[in-house]
């Protein structure tokens, strides 16, 4: 009789065994995964599914369902495989970028009054959990070359109360991180790299993701690579904190020391002053295969991304109105999520929204894809002047409201590309002319 062990994993051959899986997934929905998944319509579509419908179910009659379907052998093997790709040993397969974020503030035991120092532009996620727990969100002007966060302002608002600065690699490239990393290790400040775009940048050497205190990338399904819609990776460079962020995933389990006559205890997570209770962000087996698989083409996914971006930035260079993505060097090289097209309002003619205009007349997608976090209704409602921040953020207000749009770069056939870059090119010199 094989032995009972932790009621979350199947006990194995038991006379009354009990199962991890509640309810098992049949041939019928798999079917339905397949179709979604490989979407299609007409004949020669209906003929092929229903072909593979037949050996599904012969299938179906030899095969035995998995015994796991959440933080099994996948999630171990994606986290083993972003290790190796990472250069690390601390990769955490979380629900999504913002759970990874979470657990670096709850180390660095974020609380009201503390100072978090994070970009002027990003995604909302990136002071979602500050905000929460009425922490002080001080916005860094911005980079206008790569809108990424600017080291010298950061080195400007820093004030004994600054406990994290939160560097955001935008569209994939490399905050100059250097600066940001003595002035943390001057001030014993944590930095948390939301590298949620940059999941394959590298600066001077190193990956993204191993060179902050904490980091996080985003799975999510619009990203270079995802695992099936939704998911994260959590790194560290806290000293021994890599197999607590596993703890930190799922509750604070512990087996190391159960309590009295039970299988496990809950215990807290030692955080970098006190300890603090964990949250639980799990993943699924299905989330950690799909994200093992999309790894191992992540290097061709970048080289693709990078030639479209090449290719824009030669034909952009037709008009010195048009300031092109910078594409890296040996130091620094871009994962290339987002292509960052800008102009020089006073050689084009005009400023970004004019041109926004434009290129949504020609039905080509493109959108500043991320605004002045103090503009948002959330942070006014939680005291903040936006005005009295925009003075204090001029590079952003320029940029965003005068200069920039993202442009895609995946999933385009040549013909798309080259119309993009025409339709731009040809906007501009629209405007140029007064048209």
Not at 349 to 373: N, S, Y
């Amino acid at each position: 009789m094989g032995k009972s062990t932790d009621f979350r994993y199947n006990t194995g051959a038991t006379r009354v065994p009990w199962a991890a899986v509640g309810e098992n997934y049949n041939a019928h929905d798999l079917m339905e995964i397949i179709r979604f998944l490989m979407q299609g319509e007409g004949k020669e579509y209906d003929d092929a599914l229903c072909a593979v419908w037949e050996q599904v179910k012969k299938l179906d009659a030899l095969a035995t369902p998995p015994g796991k379907l959440s933080l099994g052998s996948k999630v171990e093997a994606a986290e083993k495989a972003c290790n190796e790709y990472l250069g690390t040993t601390t990769s955490t397969f979380v629900t999504n970028a913002t759970a990874g974020f979470e657990i670096a503030y709850k180390y660095a035991n974020l609380k009201e009054g503390d100072e978090v120092i994070v970009p002027a532009i990003t995604f909302v996620a990136t002071m979602a959990y500050p905000l929460a727990v009425g922490a002080k969100l001080v916005f860094a002007d911005v980079d206008p070359k790569t809108i990424n966060m600017d080291p010298a302002d950061v080195a400007r608002k820093i004030t004994d109360k600054t406990k994290m600065i939160v560097p955001v690699h935008i569209g994939g490239y490399p905050v100059d991180l250097d600066p940001i990393m003595e002035l943390a290790k001057k001030h014993d400040i944590i930095v948390l790299e939301d590298a949620a775009h940059a999941f394959g940048a590298m600066y001077k050497g190193r990956k993204i993701g191993t060179i902050g205190d904490f980091a996080a990338f985003s799975m999510h399904e619009v990203k270079n690579i995802t695992s099936f819609g939704e998911g994260g990776i959590a790194t560290t460079n806290i000293p021994g904190f890599g197999e607590e962020m596993k703890r930190a995933r799922f509750l604070g389990m512990d087996f190391s020391c159960p309590i009295k006559d039970w299988l496990y205890n809950i215990t807290p997570i030692q955080g970098k002053e006190k300890p603090f209770v964990a949250g639980n962000y799990s993943t699924t087996e299905i989330q950690g295969l799909g994200l093992t698989l999309q790894v191992e083409r992540n290097e061709e996914i970048i080289a693709k991304r990078r030639k479209a971006a090449e290719y824009l930035t030669n034909r952009f260079k037709e008009n010195d109105a048009i300031i092109p993505q910078d594409l890296g060097n040996e130091e620094i090289k871009p994962t290339f999520h987002l292509y960052l097209l800008q102009i020089d309002p006073a050689k084009a003619g005009g400023d970004v929204q004019i041109l926004k205009k434009k290129l949504e007349e020609k039905g080509v997608t493109q959108i500043a894809h991320f605004g002045p976090l103090y503009r948002f209704k959330v942070v006014q409602d939680m005291g903040y002047d936006s005005d009295e921040i925009a003075k204090t953020c001029p590079n952003c207000e320029e940029v965003f409201y005068r200069r920039f749009t993202h442009l895609p770069l995946y999933g385009l056939s040549d013909e798309q590309l080259e119309y993009m870059a025409d339709a731009v090119l040809e906007s501009v010199a629209e405007m140029q002319a007064g048209n």
